[in-house]
């Protein structure tokens, strides 16, 4: 069968509860890519576009790349940028006329001005173009706060069933397949939907241990013995704070009552693991005197609160104070903070360096310290991805400097950039087996960078927008109840017989 299949997408994980916003400048800054340049831009790299292009090229179909957009996870997405954006993608996959079928990359956890479900509204607008019968596709991220919207005008989606997430690419082939037998029937799965009363951190939220463990391995079942086509688990995305917050279940079958039972049997079992999925916080004074006196390092300092990949500025200065006040050595920190490394930079290498670092964007992560130390390295900050995470893709930090201040080395990038490969240390100099104690403003996403060489970790209680203490959270937009932040007969709420 010949096939023409439009590729594109729109992804942005939000943080609600940031000072800032997301404009058209962060999606430049990280990734936007039209045209074939999208095609070269992705090919061959562990993203869903890399698995998508691989995908429908194997099954013999032609593609039409349009646009795809992403910001690294931030504030509220700014209304112009996000209708500038579908509005070039619409307008591409128009140009791309006549196709067979579509596939998109979405998060599920965007939020625009205005628009508490951006990526339901994406999939409507785009649906608006598309034939009713085209057969529509997408991927996402399983912290996607999944709504109805985006279950209604997709036929089918298809979300990353790993955390830290290193299966991207995977779900894209999957995705492709998923289309390209789409493409050859006018017939359409049935799709069964439930949404738990359940807000999770994402801490909690790691697919190899318990309680997800236990949970993808019964999706896992359903999927190997042909009851379901296809079934993802969206925990979600505590800090994008809307009435589609929460966990859910999403499975397709070729008949609905198969559909129906799987996600009511997951659903429940989700629901009956709910306890599990407290968190094990620690003191910062505490942990950082563990991490000190440890004798098997290094020992990752998880900093959940300031997670760059949750939306936080990646500039939070509560750790590094401590382990400066504590004269922790052969410590390793990543702040992102482009008026210190100007500074750093005015300076230059071996030149000291005395200056305010950190807590410029807000008031919620620790106030700005005052560091005294040296300039020991100034780079572009480009590195290319050789972990489990967007494998072959190249990451810019955008201008880099090291400071050394007595046994802290900080890492001042100009971006705010997630640690989920160890590149954003190696191509600054620092062997990150070689530290004692590594800070990663992450949750669990930086164990495709350490957790191989992590001899401990320990997630720390800080102040910050992605805390993984949800009862810190200034919540307005939530639905009720949720658990565990309330405490109520929940048997009304239950999407389960
Ligand atoms: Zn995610």
Same mark, same amino acid.
């Given at each position: 069968?010949?096939?023409?299949?439009?590729?594109?997408?729109?992804?942005?994980?939000?943080?609600?509860?940031?000072?800032?916003?997301?404009?058209?400048?962060?999606?430049?800054?990280?990734?936007?890519?039209?045209?074939?340049?999208?095609?070269?831009?992705?090919?061959?790299?562990?993203?869903?576009?890399?698995?998508?292009?691989?995908?429908?090229?194997?099954?013999?179909?032609?593609?039409?790349?349009?646009?795809?957009?992403?910001?690294?996870?931030?504030?509220?997405?700014?209304?112009?940028?996000?209708?500038?954006?579908?509005?070039?993608?619409?307008?591409?996959?128009?140009?791309?006329?006549?196709?067979?079928?579509?596939?998109?990359?979405?998060?599920?956890?965007?939020?625009?001005?205005?628009?508490?479900?951006?990526?339901?509204?994406?999939?409507?607008?785009?649906?608006?173009?598309?034939?009713?019968?085209?057969? #529509?596709?997408? =991927?996402?991220?399983?912290? %996607?706060?999944?709504?109805? /919207?985006?279950?209604?005008? +997709? !036929?089918? &989606?298809?979300?990353?069933?790993?955390?830290?997430?290193?299966?991207?690419?995977?779900?894209?082939?999957?995705?492709?397949?998923?289309?390209?037998?789409?493409?050859?029937?006018?017939?359409?799965?049935?799709?069964?939907?439930?949404?738990?009363?359940?807000?999770?951190?994402?801490?909690?939220?790691?697919?190899?241990?318990?309680?997800?463990?236990?949970?993808?391995?019964?999706?896992?079942?359903?999927?190997?013995?042909?009851?379901?086509?296809?079934?993802?688990?969206?925990?979600?995305?505590?800090?994008?704070?809307?009435?589609? #917050?929460?966990? =859910?279940?999403?499975?397709? %079958?070729?008949?609905?009552? /198969?559909?129906?039972?799987? +996600? !009511?049997? &997951?659903?429940?079992?989700?629901?009956?693991?709910?306890?599990?999925?407290?968190?094990?916080?620690?003191?910062?004074?505490?942990?950082?005197?563990?991490?000190?006196?440890?004798?098997?390092?290094?020992?990752?300092?998880?900093?959940?609160?300031?997670?760059?990949?949750?939306?936080?500025?990646?500039?939070?200065?509560?750790?590094?104070?401590?382990?400066?006040?504590?004269?922790?050595?052969?410590?390793?920190?990543?702040?992102?903070?482009?008026?210190?490394?100007?500074?750093?930079?005015?300076?230059?290498?071996?030149?000291?360096?005395?200056?305010?670092?950190?807590?410029?964007?807000?008031?919620?992560?620790?106030?700005?310290?005052?560091?005294?130390?040296?300039?020991?390295?100034?780079?572009?900050?480009?590195?290319?991805?050789?972990?489990?995470?967007?494998?072959?893709?190249?990451?810019?930090?955008?201008?880099?400097?090291?400071?050394?201040?007595?046994?802290?080395?900080?890492?001042?990038?100009?971006?705010?950039?997630?640690?989920?490969?160890?590149?954003?240390?190696?191509?600054?100099?620092?062997?990150?087996?070689?530290?004692?104690?590594?800070?990663?403003?992450?949750?669990?996403?930086?164990?495709?960078?350490?957790?191989?060489?992590?001899?401990?970790?320990?997630?720390?209680?800080?102040?910050?927008?992605?805390?993984?203490?949800?009862?810190?959270?200034?919540?307005?937009?939530?639905?009720?109840?949720?658990?565990?932040?309330?405490?109520?007969?929940?048997?009304?709420?239950?999407?389960?017989?």
């Amino acid at each position: 069968m010949r096939g023409r299949v439009g590729i594109g997408g729109i992804w942005h994980e939000t943080n609600t509860f940031s000072t800032e916003t997301t404009g058209m400048a962060a999606f430049e800054a990280y990734q936007l890519a039209t045209g074939t340049s999208l095609l070269d831009r992705y090919a061959g790299t562990g993203t869903e576009l890399g698995g998508m292009i691989e995908g429908v090229r194997d099954q013999g179909f032609s593609l039409a790349p349009t646009l795809f957009a992403a910001a690294v996870p931030s504030g509220i997405i700014e209304r112009p940028t996000l209708t500038q954006l579908v509005d070039d993608l619409i307008a591409r996959v128009d140009d791309a006329m006549p196709l067979d079928g579509m596939l998109l990359v979405l998060h599920g956890a965007a939020v625009a001005d205005g628009l508490d479900d951006a990526d339901g509204w994406i999939l409507a607008q785009l649906r608006k173009v598309l034939s009713q019968n085209m057969p #529509l596709v997408a =991927s996402f991220d399983c912290h %996607a706060n999944l709504s109805h /919207a985006m279950v209604d005008h +997709a !036929d089918m &989606l298809i979300g990353y069933d790993t955390y830290p997430h290193v299966d991207m690419a995977e779900r894209g082939r999957e995705a492709a397949g998923a289309l390209a037998a789409m493409m050859r029937t006018s017939s359409r799965p049935a799709s069964a939907f439930r949404k738990l009363p359940l807000l999770t951190a994402p801490q909690m939220q790691a697919t190899d241990q318990e309680p997800m463990k236990t949970i993808m391995a019964s999706l896992h079942g359903l999927e190997a013995d042909g009851t379901i086509l296809n079934g993802s688990i969206a925990m979600g995305f505590p800090y994008a704070d809307s009435p589609t #917050l929460g966990g =859910s279940v999403l499975t397709y %079958a070729d008949e609905q009552q /198969a559909a129906d039972r799987a +996600a !009511d049997q &997951l659903a429940r079992q989700i629901w009956e693991l709910r306890d599990q999925f407290q968190p094990d916080l620690m003191l910062v004074d505490a942990a950082v005197k563990q991490a000190i006196e440890a004798d098997e390092t290094p020992v990752v300092l998880a900093e959940a609160a300031d997670n760059v990949g949750g939306g936080s500025a990646g500039d939070g200065t509560v750790v590094l104070k401590a382990l400066l006040f504590a004269e922790a050595r052969d410590a390793v920190i990543v702040i992102a903070d482009p008026d210190a490394v100007a500074e750093a930079d005015k300076a230059g290498v071996g030149a000291p360096f005395a200056g305010l670092i950190g807590g410029k964007v807000d008031r919620l992560h620790g106030d700005p310290i005052h560091v005294i130390g040296q300039v020991v390295l100034l780079t572009d900050g480009r590195y290319r991805h050789t972990g489990s995470y967007m494998t072959g893709y190249e990451t810019s930090m955008g201008r880099t400097a090291v400071i050394q201040a007595d046994g802290v080395k900080i890492v001042l990038t100009s971006l705010r950039t997630m640690p989920f490969d160890a590149g954003q240390l190696t191509s600054v100099g620092i062997d990150p087996a070689h530290q004692r104690i590594i800070v990663a403003k992450s949750a669990l996403a930086w164990q495709a960078a350490y957790g191989a060489i992590a001899k401990r970790a320990m997630t720390i209680d800080t102040p910050g927008i992605a805390t993984s203490n949800l009862a810190r959270l200034p919540y307005r937009r939530r639905r009720k109840p949720l658990y565990p932040l309330d405490r109520q007969d929940f048997s009304e709420a239950l999407p389960f017989p």
